[in-house]
């Protein structure tokens, strides 16, 4: 890491930071005038100054925890509404758990009105500092402004991409690779000396191509972003050996080990089984409504593709009118398609349609984490274009996984399929934890629930005519 890279962390460390500081301090000032008194009424516990210290400390770590998780600590890399986002949430789920600690203590549920004022401040806090923090950000690290070298594809979808982003990229350049390996190496060394470009993106070139600007870029310590094909992805995943005076990257059938599936399953069963007592009123009220307001069945069977391609039958709750597919021809939902009833549109926009497939995973037919599973026909659609499609396959089907993390709804298939392999290349029980922990954020997270629109159904099918290319 060079000076200038170690002082951005030093200064996204530094906003970051004191935010943390703040809501510790709210805590501890609430904790000591208020909070603690209320349970030495109620229990005799005779607390010192370590005592104090060490539920300080528990509070700043579990914050500190969840907000580098949800990415409330990325000041300058993620969008101010998401950061602030983020941050709130981490510090709901940290308070939420503190407070049931504090009631165990005392045997009782603690008086919440001192925990809301608590939360409510902390609030207010994040969404001033957040907002002062991304201007300071901003003003000391303007947009990097790059150059968009690009292949025969339409470069067009991620412009739209790193525009989405001004605050943090301008794309200053374009240059069409085809101009010659040569043109464009003359051009990244005259725009990095003049100041026009401060890095370079490598978007959808060939092999050879990406291979000698990567390297011409490297030695110069010219900053670069490249857009990984399947085949670098499932490299991540690859073992490094020593066996002879020359690296070697190995990588094999991907199987988990006895242990991790025995492990992978026991989370499924109890925390579904666990969720499932705790949803029941909800699932219980969710299908009184769709009985009651059109007659129909509560829920909606469909069949899906698991591990190995072998077929199940999906559970949800029925979103769409009875006759939304009377043609027998399967169709992505659209945004604002017409077919979802009102009630649908709710159960949709909080999840709850998706709460039937708890059984799924109970049955085994589905884990917590993987990639969702998709429908026969659609997937023979896919592999005609794209038969890498297959490769999503060799996990178990899951409730939510690393494409929902990380990307959205409507992101593309072949995006998806690389985040899906991402996840079975790089697969532990801690990535699992750490996904279905994120998984909580994106439910309530506005672009995790949008649908597909029709323009960008009719954008994908062309994109996959023009890339039945080799990868």
């Known amino acids: 890491m060079n000076k200038k890279e170690a002082f951005k962390r030093l200064i996204n460390l530094s906003l970051a930071g004191i935010c943390l500081i703040m809501e510790v301090l709210i805590f501890t000032y609430t904790y000591l005038t208020s909070l603690y008194p209320s349970m030495d009424r109620l229990v005799d516990l005779n607390y010192w100054f370590k005592g104090y210290l060490l539920q300080v400390l528990i509070y700043a770590f579990m914050l500190f925890f969840f907000s580098n998780m949800y990415g ?17 949430f981490a510090t709901l789920l940290v308070n939420v758990f503190i407070y049931f600690q504090m009631s165990l203590i005392v045997t009782r549920l603690f008086e919440p009105v001192p925990f809301v004022l608590m939360t409510l401040m902390q609030i207010l806090v994040v969404i001033i500092w957040i907002n002062i923090a991304n201007q300071i950000y901003q003003r000391v690290f303007p947009p990097r402004k790059l150059l968009l070298i690009h292949g025969r594809r339409s470069s067009e979808d991620i412009k739209r991409k790193f525009e989405s982003r001004k605050d943090k990229y301008v794309i200053a350049g374009t240059m069409d690779v085809h101009q010659g390996i040569e043109a464009a190496k003359k051009e990244i060394v005259r725009g990095y000396e003049s100041g026009e470009y401060n890095a370079v993106v490598i978007w959808d070139t060939t092999v050879e191509e990406r291979n000698d600007l990567l390297k011409f870029c490297y030695s110069r310590s010219i900053r670069f972003y490249i857009m990984p094909k399947i085949s670098d992805v499932i490299l991540l995943g690859a073992e490094e050996l020593h066996l ?6 190995l990588t094999r059938e991907y199987s988990m080990t006895m242990e991790q599936r025995f492990m992978k399953r026991m989370i499924d069963v109890v925390c579904s089984l666990i969720l499932l007592v705790l949803a029941s009123p909800f699932m219980l009220i969710t299908a009184i409504a769709i009985k009651l307001y059109d007659g129909g069945p509560v829920l909606y069977k469909q069949v899906r593709c698991t591990e190995g391609g072998r077929k199940f039958q999906i559970m949800k709750f029925r979103s769409m009118r009875t006759d939304a597919e009377k043609d027998g021809v399967a169709r992505l939902a659209k945004k604002h398609d017409d077919r979802i009833t009102p009630i649908g549109k709710f159960i949709r926009k ?45 996990v178990k089907a899951g409730l939510a996984g690393y494409a929902q993390v990380y990307g959205k709804y409507n992101t593309t298939p072949y995006d998806k399929l690389k985040l899906d392999l991402t996840y079975i290349e790089n697969y532990s029980l801690w990535l699992d934890i750490k996904l279905m922990l994120l998984t909580l954020k994106i439910l309530f997270w506005p672009d ?24």
């Open 72 to 88: 409330g600590l990325r000041i300058g890399f993620l969008k101010n509404a998401e950061i602030i986002f983020s941050q709130v």
């Open 350 to 394: 909080v999840r709850i349609d998706e709460l039937p497939q708890l059984i799924n995973i109970l049955l085994g037919d589905m884990s917590f984490i993987g990639p969702r599973p998709e429908r026969p026909e659609i997937i023979g659609q896919y592999l005609e274009i794209m038969p890498e499609f297959a490769y999503r396959m060799k």
């Open 448 to 471: 995790s629930t949008e649908g597909v629109e029709s323009e960008q159904v009719t954008a994908l099918r062309r994109e996959f005519e023009e890339n039945k290319r080799e990868d």
């Open 244 to 249: 002879f005076d020359t690296p070697i990257l």
